[in-house]
């Protein structure tokens, strides 16, 4: 190769950097976990198919509360996580609520119709907020112990082993003796 090609074909220290920033942030860490012991205030989300979820009603589940958005990539990444990991895990006691964070229920159906999830889905409301906090950064996930309360908050996107770590625990050791 010739010098003026080989110029031609060198990228610029510009482009390194935005290139370098681009790998940072699509393989950064994919979570930050903090550990919470606080009860939930009751809340209730109405689902993409009308009927309406409450707090109540997943008692006795370990349930993982999922914010997220159809635009966010990170979320769009770790949904095949969740749902692998809510079909792994439903038996046992565990439960999945995702909740879109701007968008109306009709989009939220759409969106986990083309995917093929099943697990539960709805927008937020003044409730959600109530019992969660005002939730801007997506993905943000909780779990919630059968008892209702937060156990984890988890800011950024979820994985398996992760998942597994958190909520193996706190499910029903009834259910747990038929894993082993």
């Known amino acids: 190769m010739d010098k ?10 510009l482009t390194l950097i935005l290139l370098g920033l681009v790998a940072y942030l699509w393989f950064r860490p994919p979570a930050e976990v903090s550990e919470e012991n ?22 006795g589940k370990v349930v993982l ?3 997220w958005a159809t635009w966010c990539p990170y979320c769009r990444k770790e949904k095949p996580v969740i749902d692998t990991f809510w079909h792994d895990y439903r038996d046992k006691g565990f439960e999945v609520v995702s909740i ?12 986990m119709h083309d995917k093929d999830y099943a697990f ?3 927008p937020t409301n003044a ?11 997506v993905p943000t996930s909780f779990i919630l112990d059968a008892d209702g309360h937060v156990r984890h908050r988890i800011a950024g996107q979820v994985h398996y082993p992760r998942l597994e770590k958190l909520v193996a625990p706190l499910l029903h050791p009834a259910a747990q003796a038929g894993t082993r």
Request: no cysteine; charged share 20%.
């Open 127 to 137: 409730s959600v907020t109530a019992a969660f906090g005002h939730v801007t950064t």
């Open 38 to 59: 606080r009860p939930a205030p009751p809340w209730q989300v109405a689902l993409t198919d009308g009927r309406t979820l409450t707090s109540d009603a997943l008692k």
């Open 4 to 13: 003026q090609t080989l110029k031609k074909w060198t990228p610029s220290p």
């Open 100 to 111: 879109s964070v701007d968008d109306p229920p009709e989009k939220i159906a759409e969106w």
């Open 65 to 67: 509360v999922n914010f």
């Open 120 to 122: 539960m889905a709805a």
